[in-house]
T-cell receptor, first 113, second 111 residues
Framework: SQQGEEDPQALSIQEGENATMNCSYKTSINNLQWYRQNSGRGLVHLILIRSNEREKHSGRLRVTLDTSKKSSSLLITASRAADTASYFC?????????????FGEGTQLTVNP | EAQVTQNPRYLITVTGKKLTVTCSQNMNHEYMSWYRQDPGLGLRQIYYSMNVEVTDKGDVPEGYKVSRKEKRNFPLILESPSPNQTSLYFC??????????FGPGTRLTVL
């Protein structure tokens, strides 16, 4: 079953604007991860946030995690046309015996030049 | 260079003809996994392996087999492919509880 659900499904913004994507999940987690995928290509890991962390930064990326609401957000600041891609959240559930990611369906981000 | 490789990258086959998609990683990762990606359904896990000789079903294992005889390799076997297995397949590896590294994908078409 799909644990992570991204919102919105699609987002279109202008270059320079910020993009915010949200992810909700259902069960307890060890960590939550965000990935990026360019059309038809493999997924690339962006950032991992553990269940005891609330916020994490990496370059222009900022991820928050609220375990009480079972939700996370990914903020991309000062977006560029090259940020156009699909973004997925993935949860590593505590109920499984080890590292097993469950992906959402993704948010398609389009950054217009 | 640390990487996950998959072969073939593209494959067109016919119903019932057994095929194997290979996956290999050079990062000494314990954990390996296979996913399929379909429009509107996102990525769904087929099988995963926590270590050599340890495999387990994911969310959509029907019609697939895997093996993990060596740490670096995790082949995906379709004994009798059917058209509903037409999809984009990804192999991934990681150390436990850490980020996954994905292969470039295998686009499979079953006629």
């Amino acid at each position: 079953s799909q644990q992570g659900e991204e919102d919105p499904q699609a987002l279109s913004i202008q270059e320079g604007e910020n993009a915010t994507m949200n992810c909700s999940y259902k069960t307890s987690i060890n960590n939550l991860q965000w990935y990026r995928q360019n059309s038809g290509r493999g997924l690339v890991h962006l950032i991992l946030i553990r269940s005891n962390e609330r916020e994490k930064h990496s370059g222009r990326l900022r991820v928050t995690l609220d375990t009480s609401k079972k939700s996370s957000s990914l903020l991309i600041t000062a977006s560029r046309a090259a940020d156009t891609a699909s973004y997925f959240c993935a949860t590593d559930g505590r109920e499984t015996s080890g590292s097993r990611l469950t992906f959402g369906e993704g948010t398609q981000l389009t950054v217009n030049p | 260079e640390a990487q996950v490789t998959q072969n073939p990258r593209y494959l067109i086959t016919v119903t019932g003809k057994k095929l194997t998609v290979t996956c290999s990683q050079n990062m000494n990762h314990e954990y390996m996994s296979w996913y399929r990606q379909d429009p509107g359904l996102g990525l769904r896990q087929i099988y995963y392996s926590m270590n050599v000789e340890v495999t387990d079903k994911g969310d959509v294992p029907e019609g697939y087999k895997v093996s993990r005889k060596e740490k670096r390799n995790f082949p995906l076997i379709l004994e009798s492919p059917s058209p509903n297995q037409t999809s984009l397949y990804f192999c991934a590896s990681s150390s436990i509880y850490n980020e996954q590294f994905f292969g470039p994908g295998t686009r499979l078409t079953v006629l």
